[in-house]
């Protein structure tokens, strides 16, 4: 029992327990990320149940990820007081926030206090998980253990993704979302609470370049004096190339940040999809950048640099952003075209960041290794500030989104209309096309009786091909929702065309008929000019992310590192050499006795 209020190690693991603490360290990332991204994939049904405005779900996040900042110095103090702990206890909770008191939280301030609560806790993990894979990874194996640690923020994504396009359909409320990813979390605290453990201060404040200097490290631990190796910590890691290079990757990650929270909110605004089809984007989008991640990271191991990763990847991020950007004055894009492109610039971004994280590790320890989760704080503040300065900076350059997040239930009416414009009947008669089925299903679940009526008359029309059969059957002019839908479709033709149309025309022609068909044309006043100005904001927007990735391009030639694989592959044999050297020396000599006792040489 006391092992698991005390979990260090005094003895490096060799390399099977290693790979498991190393896999637990992975999987608690992986969930506690699913946890902080489960809101981005129920946005669109998650603020009209809070009557959340877009504006202030982006300023929720703005304080969620200043708070996360800070706390991302309590992180550094893992030096201190240990890695392990803080990051079981901190994923229990965020579990039991989640399992508990989100889905019983009826109030957009109540949320938004449990919001701020995970962005508390995730700031502190964000440093210590990858410190523990610092841990247990010498350099030589460093980017692939950082390419697995960065599948938490992507599989987290695409965890919420993928469950939510799965289950949505079936379990309806959204707070289901919250349930199912808060059980899991619960689940994978119990694992590493039995399993987890972490080296101690005297050998995790060594630098290992590979396994084979297993015994040296256990060997200097003894001679180490902790308080003197951590001593002014943040004064130690407060160097320029560590700051640059962490300001670098924050504004690279400037898409990312916005995938993760507004991309399912763009798929549906600028290009119609459904919230279940978004998600599914965003699948292809997280399942190909963890893939990257993990080959990029072992490729950069095997040929032992890291910057031509980061240099190609930040091209190819460019490239693609560019790409991107074109589809925006494309509404009517297929699925699968915004899937290849989204799929191919999430390999970019995932061939530079991996290889970046397992760079900045070491970066950190060429200054002081026993402070690397203190450097890694440094890069978690800065990280979290940007975050927060671009959620800030967000609904200034997309101002659009406010009106479309927030007449969500209005645009998919109007949008349900608008689709059956072409089979309504009109003065001549009866539209000649039948209407299919899903055009009627889409009318009759809107829950409002104006379009509930146009699809009586549509399906009236199409069995009698009357119109005088067909307005029978919704109930003749006597029915105030026939003499709405009338006077409904020369002002919306109008508004859609830009033409003026006053408030006080809507409520005389159409408001004495149907109020809910008034309240339509109102919101659709709003709605067709956000509609018309949104992409062009979107691509304000993804233009901005493009200038942090030419920044990233740019600082990479600071970061220290090689840029030849040959050159590279020098300075591990010679470190090998001196490591073979220090290994021989730590052999005792042999004693007289066991030279006289070894056998001597064959005669014969």
């Known amino acids: 029992m006391k092992s698991l209020v005390k979990r260090q190690l005094y003895h490096y693991p060799r390399t099977v327990p290693r790979y498991g603490y190393l896999a637990i360290v992975v999987l608690t990332t992986i969930v506690l990320y699913y946890l902080y991204y489960v809101e981005g994939a129920v946005t669109p049904l998650l603020l009209p149940y809070y009557h959340m405005s877009f504006l202030y779900f982006l300023y929720l996040l703005v304080v969620s990820n200043a708070i996360g900042a800070f706390t991302a110095f309590i992180g550094g103090l893992s030096d201190r007081i240990g890695r392990a702990n803080l990051t079981i206890y901190g994923t229990l909770t965020v579990g039991l926030m989640q399992l508990v008191g989100v889905p019983n939280i009826h109030s957009k301030f109540g949320f938004a206090a449990a919001y701020c609560v995970i962005g508390f806790v995730e700031g502190i993990i964000l440093v210590s998980t990858p410190a523990l894979m610092r841990d247990f990874s010498p350099q030589m194996g460093r980017g692939a253990a950082m390419g697995f640690w960065a599948l938490g923020p992507t599989m987290g994504s695409l965890a919420a993704s993928l469950v939510a396009t799965h289950t949505l359909a079936h379990l309806h409320p959204f707070q289901d979302q919250f349930i199912i990813s808060g059980s899991i979390c619960i689940g994978v605290v119990v694992v590493a609470f039995l399993f987890l453990r972490e080296l101690s201060p005297q050998l995790r404040n060594q630098l290992m370049v590979s396994e084979r200097e297993r015994l040296l490290v256990e060997a200097r631990s003894s001679g180490i004096n902790v308080e003197k190796a951590i001593g002014h910590p943040f004064r130690s890691m407060m160097r320029l190339d560590l700051v640059s290079s962490s300001i670098a990757i924050s504004l690279f990650l400037l898409f990312y940040f916005a995938s993760v929270s507004v991309l399912t909110l763009y798929w549906v605004v600028v290009f119609g999809r459904s919230t279940a089809d978004a998600n599914g984007i965003n699948v292809w989008y997280a399942a190909f950048l963890s893939a990257a991640l993990v080959v990029a990271g072992v490729c950069s191991d095997r040929l032992r640099v890291r910057k031509p990763f980061m240099i190609i990847g930040a091209a190819a991020t460019i490239i693609m952003t560019v790409f991107l950007i074109f589809q925006v004055n494309h509404p009517h894009t297929g699925y699968y075209s915004n899937v290849l492109v989204i799929v191919l610039l999430a390999t970019a971004i995932g061939c530079a960041y991996a290889p970046w994280m397992a760079n900045y590790t070491e970066q950190v320890e060429s200054h002081n290794p026993a402070l690397a989760a203190t450097g890694l704080a440094v890069w978690g503040w800065i990280l979290r500030i940007v975050v927060a300065v671009s959620f800030l900076v967000l609904p200034r350059v997309i101002t659009t989104s406010t009106t479309l997040v927030d007449n969500q239930g209005a645009a998919s009416t109007l949008e349900a209309i608008q689709a059956s414009v072409q089979y309504a009947p009109s003065a001549a008669g009866c539209s000649p096309k039948p209407a299919p089925p899903d055009i009627i299903t889409a009318l009759q679940t809107t829950s409002q009786p104006g379009p509930q009526t146009l699809a009586k008359l549509i ?146």
């Open 459 to 604: 399906t009236a029309c199409d069995r009698s091909h009357s119109l005088s059969r067909a307005l029978s059957a919704a109930g003749g002019l006597s029915n105030p929702q026939v003499e709405g839908l009338l006077a409904y479709n020369p002002l919306a033709l109008s508004i859609e065309k830009g033409q003026p149309v006053s408030d006080v025309q809507i409520a005389d022609k159409v408001g004495t008929h149907s109020r809910n068909l008034a309240n339509l044309l109102l919101a659709e006043k709003k709605l067709v000019p956000a509609q018309k100005a949104s992409p062009n904001e979107w691509k304000r927007w993804w233009w901005i992310c493009l200038g942090g990735q030419v920044v990233f391009l740019a600082l990479v030639c600071t970061m220290r590192g090689r840029w030849s694989p040959k050159a590279a592959r020098r300075d591990f044999e010679a470190h090998e050499q001196l490591v073979a050297e220090q290994l021989a020396r730590m052999r005792p000599e042999p004693t007289n006795e066991e030279l006289r006792a070894s056998p001597g040489p064959a005669s014969g």
